[in-house]
């Protein structure tokens, strides 16, 4: 390639600092992606590392090379986990998938009456912990359940009852990916299919299924991925029933045996890296399928189809609030069975083990905590990534690195900051057990979402802004302030609720990392339950739905006037 | 050996013909037409006006992808040049390079004299509008054309002088509280004039502005931006694909293929005398004519042909194959004896009407005489040619071309390179 370039003899040759340029913009520039950067590793890259380490260590620090994992898989009663984790994970995600796309077919391909009613039912779950559905579902089948002779499988207690609760809570996930798939086909294919005369059968296998191929493998992927890793319901409803979730949870809380924990979380880490890397691939194959000329499909009536469509709706509709409502009524229930007179009773958490309502009040902290310093970084790093011109492979691992936590669980990464943080000789020891670390560990175990959510945003705006703000000469942070900013609040709103609701609703990764003054609404629902007190068990989880819900519809309105503001100069009114 | 051939090559298309193998010869990639270059090059030595741009075999690589091929380049004060090409030619990596939003390989850029190669885009005085127009959707037109000045924290009284004083000049009184979104595309692009204009660069560089533009729209504002740039006297640097444009607004072009300046020059220059078959082809349509033995044949423009209802002495018999309807013109396709390939002719749609040029009607054909003006300029051009070698045998080259062409300008001679004007 030099080789075609004439050497030219009358420009001086330009020296290395020269063409770094380091102005003070440039300046700005290289701190901002090395700041991002050093973050990224303290957070996220050094505390898997750690927990690698510590896989190779016996209790007592020294280094014993693979013996725990061979350890681990020459007992009968941890590999076990592995088989039973496959079966759920296979069985489970068959289910929602088949469930949650016929309801999406319903939303986006037929004219059902009251769809915003069902698209709104189908949500809840979202804003529950996962603990809820489990425990809703033993009120209803448990050993005094109201329906216990109704359960057509031997026990609720076991893979039937997580198969179950576990379709309730991640059954809005698949939903939201297969119904965007859905949405994004072009209407022009079904009208071609129609006019080349193919019947609607042909048509769903021929058009709509290679369609969406993409979504329900990427749904397929998250979807398998939520299932082996949540380890909330498992527990509550799990029963004999072992998992590779509950087994480092019961490692770690119960035997104390940190080595096996580590050994467990990188086997668990296994299939959610597979399902990761599928995504991956899925993500970069879709990308090309709608395009700006794509129309969008509308559905005509047609009375069988739409009959079939609100039937199959209303059911699904009635299983989600018949689980919500039994944990509402449960938890006003006196005493089950015995006393069936409603009260608040089980609310007053003051009165039991658990945390009490400081546990609620620290959940609404942490929750508002991970909200504003999730967002501010979310916005940060995905402007890094996207729009700082500078290091562009340094950026490029910025984003991998904000990319991965999906594929992390949150039990696993809440042990690795054990590993990292706890560690005497590490300065930052000081926020262990503080409210910093689950902040921390919560902005990255949901990093994931908001930076693609941010990175979607800024690759909306036109890249012309930033030329045109060096060719003004203001530097680029100005016009990220008065530009870029108020173009992307739509994007940073939805960030900000994303990681409230989700803050509130988790336990996996804080489950380990709470502290004596800093414990969570979520833990208090596992641990009331785990101590037999299921009602004010029931009584928890309801008050994180009823916050979350409230937090949403309030947040909801607040977006609006906001956005509302913004009007004239988005629209044009 | 290699390059003498090459140049041969260029200068050169062969076309077939009735009597054999015509060639058409373009002017030499390393000499301009003396006719036309003598009056602007005594112009530039006697003025002192600066350049402005001035680009020194600059290259431009994507990882193995040679996107601009030694391009040199000088523009001056006060001249509006377009970037004239297809799409991927170069011309919008070359204006991004000037701007310092993508970075040169290799070469020197000097803007205003000054050397700025390595200094990113905001240490070099430009301002720049996009096809898109990239406006500040959130900020107000007055916002937006004051966006820079705010930025060097100006008194507030002179942000407002000069702000309404640049949306006075860009015709947009009374919508200085408008956001973008409320604008027409034309107003919009109107006001990303305005915006790049409000810190007084020495250098404006225009990337496809008309290009999202409504016809109508887009040919009023382009005598607009002509006038204003007469106006206020700034270098001025436009990349566009459509040809019409470029000639129109241009004090010259620059026609990109390839990544390299194939040809530049005034836009008469560029199109009677295109210096090879694809400025020649890109810039209209052309015929290629053997006319008269022992004279070259030359491009013949299509409207350069008059067509007859009755024979004469210097009018070829033609038969119309086809008409095509333009509105004031029709394109007919002509067969003749005198040609192989069938012409093609631009006749006024109202002589059409009157003197029946139909399909399959017989008529008679006519060159302007401007052809056998070009032709003959050809021929003087190609014996002077002729006599080049005998000279440089003796001589060295500085020399000979000192006492062969005294005339002309000193810029033109001692460049090697066809692209230096």
New interface residues.
């Given amino acids: 390639m030099s080789q075609q370039i004439s050497p030219n003899l009358q420009h001086q040759p330009v020296s290395r600092l020269n063409v770094l340029n380091l102005d003070k913009e440039n300046l700005i520039r290289r701190v901002w992606l090395l700041t991002l950067i050093s973050i990224l590793a303290c957070a996220l890259v050094l505390p898997l590392g750690a927990l690698f380490i510590h896989s190779l260590q016996d209790s007592d620090k020294n280094w014993v090379g693979f013996q725990n994992f061979v350890n681990y898989l020459t007992n009968p009663a941890l590999t076990h986990s592995i088989g039973n984790t496959l079966v759920l994970g296979a069985v489970a995600t068959v289910i929602i998938i088949s469930l949650a796309f016929t309801f999406a077919w319903c939303m986006t391909r037929t004219q059902v009456v009251g769809k915003s009613v069902f698209k709104g039912i189908a949500y809840i779950p979202l804003l529950t912990p996962s603990l809820l559905s489990a425990i809703s579902l033993i009120y209803w089948f448990g050993n005094q359940g109201v329906l216990k002779e109704w359960w057509p499988f031997e026990s609720i207690y076991g893979l039937s009852g997580i198969v179950f609760a576990i379709s309730f809570w991640a059954f809005p996930h698949a939903l939201i990916i297969l119904t965007t798939s859905l949405k994004q086909q072009d209407a022009r294919l079904y009208e071609a299919s129609e006019v080349l005369g193919a019947n609607p059968w042909r048509t769903f296998f021929t058009v709509t299924l290679p369609g969406c191929k993409y979504g329900l493998i990427s749904a397929t992927a998250v979807i398998f991925t939520l299932v082996v890793t949540d380890f909330g319901i498992a527990k509550v409803i799990g029963g004999q029933y072992n998992v590779l979730a509950t087994d480092i949870y019961k490692q770690v809380i119960g035997q104390q045996n940190f080595s096996m924990g580590a050994v467990v979380s990188i086997v668990l880490l296994v299939p959610a890296l597979i399902t990761f890397m599928v995504d991956q691939w899925v993500q970069r194959k879709q990308q090309s399928m709608f395009d700006s000329k794509s129309i969008v499909f509308k559905p005509q009536k047609d009375k069988l189809r739409d009959g079939f469509g609100f039937v199959y709706c209303s059911l699904i509709s009635m299983v989600m609030l018949a689980v919500i409502l039994m944990a509402g009524y449960s938890s006003l229930v006196t005493f089950w069975p015995y006393d069936l007179s409603l009260s608040l009773n089980n609310y007053q958490f003051d009165m039991m083990d658990g945390g009490g309502w400081g546990a609620f009040a620290n959940s609404l902290i942490m929750s508002a905590g991970t909200m504003v310093i999730g967002t501010a970084f979310i916005f940060l790093s995905a402007y890094g990534c996207q729009k700082i011109d500078a290091w562009p492979k340094l950026r490029k691992a910025i984003h991998m690195l904000s990319v991965i936590p999906s594929a992390v669980p949150g039990l696993v990464l809440g042990l690795s900051y054990i590993f990292f943080f706890n560690a005497p000789n590490n300065p930052l020891n000081s926020i262990y057990g503080t409210f910093l670390i689950l902040i921390i560990s919560s902005v990255i175990h949901f990093l994931t979402v908001g930076h693609l959510t941010m990175v979607t945003a800024f690759k909306q705006l036109p890249g012309e802004i930033e030329s045109v703000s060096e060719s003004l000469k203001v530097p680029f942070y100005v016009t990220m302030g008065r530009v870029t900013l108020p173009m992307t609040v739509p994007a940073i709103l939805e960030v900000g609720i994303y990681l409230f609701v989700n803050s509130m609703t988790t336990v996996s990764a804080v489950v380990f990392l709470y502290g004596v003054d800093t414990m969570l609404a979520s833990v208090a629902v596992l641990n009331m339950d785990d101590a037999g007190d299921t009602a004010p068990a029931a009584a928890m989880a309801m008050m994180i739905f009823i916050s979350a819900l409230a937090v949403k519809l309030l947040y909801s309105s607040f977006s609006y006037l906001l956005l509302k503001r913004t009007d004239k100069w988005r629209h044009g009114r | 050996m290699n390059t003498q051939l090459d140049d041969k090559m260029r200068g050169q298309a062969v076309i077939k013909s009735s009597s054999g193998c015509h060639t058409i010869n373009y002017p030499s990639a390393k000499h301009s037409y003396n006719t036309h270059t003598t009056f602007r090059d005594l112009m530039t030595n006697t003025t002192t006006q600066a350049n402005s741009v001035e680009l020194?075999?600059v290259?431009k690589?994507y990882d193995?992808f040679?996107a601009l091929k030694?391009i040199n380049l000088t523009i001056r004060e006060g001249e509006f040049v377009s970037f004239l090409g297809p799409s991927g030619c170069g011309k919008t990596t070359l204006l991004r390079t000037i701007?310092g939003?993508e970075n040169c390989?290799?070469?020197?850029i000097l803007l205003a004299g000054e050397?700025v190669?390595?200094?990113?885009?905001?240490?070099r005085d430009?301002?720049?509008v996009?096809q898109?127009y990239?406006l500040?959707?959130?900020?107000t037109v007055a916002e937006n054309v004051g966006?820079?000045l705010k930025?060097?924290k100006k008194p507030k009284q002179q942000i407002k002088a000069r702000v309404s004083e640049l949306i006075e000049l860009v015709g947009l009184n009374g919508m200085a509280e408008r956001?973008?979104?409320?604008l027409s595309g034309g107003q919009q692009q109107r006001v990303a004039l305005a915006?790049?204009l409000?810190?007084n660069?020495k250098l404006l560089?225009l990337d496809e502005p008309l290009s999202a533009l409504d016809a109508k729209v887009r040919h009023n504002l382009r005598a607009e931006l002509k006038a204003l740039q007469k106006k206020t006297g700034i270098t001025t640097i436009m990349v566009t694909h459509d040809q019409e444009e470029a000639l129109a607004i241009s004090d010259r072009i620059a026609v990109l293929n390839h990544g390299e300046i194939e040809q530049i020059g005034t836009p008469d220059e560029i199109y009677t005398h295109p210096s090879t078959d694809f400025v020649a082809e890109f810039v209209g349509t052309i015929n290629h004519l053997p006319l008269t033995k022992n004279k070259p044949a030359i491009v013949v423009r299509p409207e350069w042909i008059k067509l007859f209802n009755s024979p004469s002495e210097q009018r070829h018999q033609c038969i119309i194959l086809a008409t095509e309807y333009r509105g004031a013109t029709t394109r007919l396709t002509l067969e003749s004896e005198a040609t192989t390939e069938p012409l093609f002719a631009d006749i006024a749609t109202a002589d059409c009407k009157l003197n029946h040029f139909h399909t399959g009607n017989i008529a008679w054909f006519e060159l302007h005489p401007l052809v056998y003006q070009l032709q003959e300029e050809e021929s003087q051009y190609n014996e002077q040619r002729a006599t080049e070698p005998l000279i440089k045998q003796t001589q060295s080259r500085n020399s000979a071309d000192k006492s062969t062409n005294k005339s002309t300008n000193k810029s033109t001679n001692k460049s090697t390179n066809k692209n230096t004007v």
């Fill in positions: 020194k075999s290259h690589y193995q040679h030694d701007a939003l390989t290799d070469g020197t050397e190669s390595h200094k990113p885009a905001r240490q430009f301002g720049i996009f898109s990239a500040f959707p959130n900020l966006y820079a930025s060097q956001f973008p979104a409320q915006r790049a409000a810190p660069p560089l």
